[in-house]
C-alpha cells in the first residue's frame, strides 16, 4: 500500500474538492466537531466524490489539469440545511453555484476520472455523515441553530481545486493542486 511523504497508508479513493476559505470555513469546521467531536474536518464542497482510480494517479491528475482551463472561478453561496433522505446525511444546500458545480462534474467525470455514483451527484457541504436517522434528526435542529447565529458572509469565491486521496485513517491527503483563471486571463 502507498505511503504519502508524511509516512500515511493511502488506498485508492481519490476525490476533487473545494476549500471553504475563513470565516465560513472556519464556522463549518467547528460546527462539525461540535455535531461529531471525533470528526477531523476541512470545509470543502467536492466536485468528484470519492472514487476508485482504475489508472495512475498522475494519470488523472493530468487529465484534470486539461480540464481545468475550461472553467472561471465562480461563487458559491450555502444555503439551508437539510438531511439526505437516505444516507441521512446532514449538509447545507448549495443556494448559488449549483450549476457551476454540476457542470463542473459532468465534464470532470469522464475518462481516467469516470465512476459511477452510488447516489446522482448533489452539490452540498456535508456537515454530519454516518448516523442513524434519530441521531440525524437531532444534529440537523442543532446544525440549523448555529447556522441561523451565523452573521458572516454566507458564500466564497472558487477560485481553486484540490486532487486528494484518503487514508486507511479517512484522513485526506492533498495531491495536486490547480487554480482556476478569468476567461480574461485565458484569452
Same mark, same amino acid.
Not at 65 to 91: C, M, N
Given at each position: 500500500?502507498?505511503?504519502?511523504?508524511?509516512?500515511?497508508?493511502?488506498?485508492?479513493?481519490?476525490?476533487?474538492?473545494?476549500?471553504?476559505?475563513?470565516?465560513?470555513?472556519?464556522?463549518?469546521?467547528?460546527?462539525?466537531?461540535?455535531?461529531?467531536?471525533?470528526?477531523?474536518?476541512?470545509?470543502?464542497?467536492?466536485?468528484?466524490?470519492?472514487?476508485?482510480?482504475?489508472?495512475?494517479?498522475?494519470?488523472?491528475?493530468?487529465?484534470?489539469?486539461?480540464?481545468?482551463?475550461?472553467?472561471?472561478?465562480?461563487?458559491?453561496?450555502?444555503? $439551508?440545511? @437539510?438531511? =439526505?433522505?437516505? /444516507?441521512? +446525511?446532514?449538509? #447545507?444546500?448549495?443556494?448559488?453555484?449549483?450549476?457551476? &458545480?454540476?457542470?463542473?462534474?459532468?465534464?470532470?467525470?469522464?475518462?481516467?476520472?469516470?465512476?459511477?455514483?452510488?447516489?446522482p451527484y448533489h452539490p452540498h457541504i456535508t456537515l454530519a455523515q454516518n448516523?442513524?436517522?434519530?441521531?440525524?434528526?437531532?444534529?440537523?435542529?442543532?446544525?440549523?441553530?448555529?447556522?441561523?447565529?451565523?452573521?458572516?458572509?454566507?458564500?466564497?469565491?472558487? $477560485?481553486? @481545486?484540490? =486532487?486528494?486521496? /484518503?487514508? +486507511?485513517?479517512? #484522513?485526506?491527503?492533498?495531491?495536486?493542486?490547480?487554480? &482556476?483563471?478569468?476567461?480574461?486571463?485565458?484569452?
Amino acid at each position: 500500500m502507498p505511503c504519502d511523504s508524511s509516512g500515511q497508508d493511502l488506498v485508492n479513493s481519490f476525490a476533487l474538492v473545494t476549500y471553504i476559505p475563513d470565516p465560513l470555513g472556519k464556522f463549518l469546521d467547528d460546527l462539525r466537531r461540535e455535531l461529531i467531536p471525533a470528526c477531523v474536518p476541512h470545509a470543502h464542497v467536492t466536485i468528484l466524490p470519492p472514487r476508485p482510480l482504475c489508472a495512475a494517479r498522475e494519470d488523472a491528475i493530468e487529465a484534470i489539469r486539461l480540464l481545468i482551463p475550461d472553467f472561471s472561478p465562480f461563487e458559491i453561496r450555502a444555503g $439551508e440545511t @437539510l438531511i =439526505f433522505p437516505v /444516507s441521512d +446525511v446532514v449538509y #447545507l444546500t448549495i443556494e448559488e453555484g449549483r450549476t457551476r &458545480l454540476l457542470q463542473m462534474y459532468r465534464a470532470l467525470n469522464t475518462g481516467h476520472l469516470r465512476f459511477q455514483e452510488l447516489f446522482p451527484y448533489h452539490p452540498h457541504i456535508t456537515l454530519a455523515q454516518n448516523l442513524t436517522h434519530d441521531q440525524a434528526v437531532e444534529l440537523a435542529a442543532i446544525a440549523r441553530r448555529r447556522w441561523s447565529e451565523y452573521k458572516f458572509q454566507r458564500g466564497f469565491q472558487v $477560485e481553486s @481545486l484540490s =486532487f486528494v486521496q /484518503s487514508t +486507511v485513517r479517512n #484522513l485526506w491527503v492533498d495531491l495536486e493542486h490547480f487554480q &482556476l483563471e478569468p476567461a480574461s486571463v485565458r484569452g
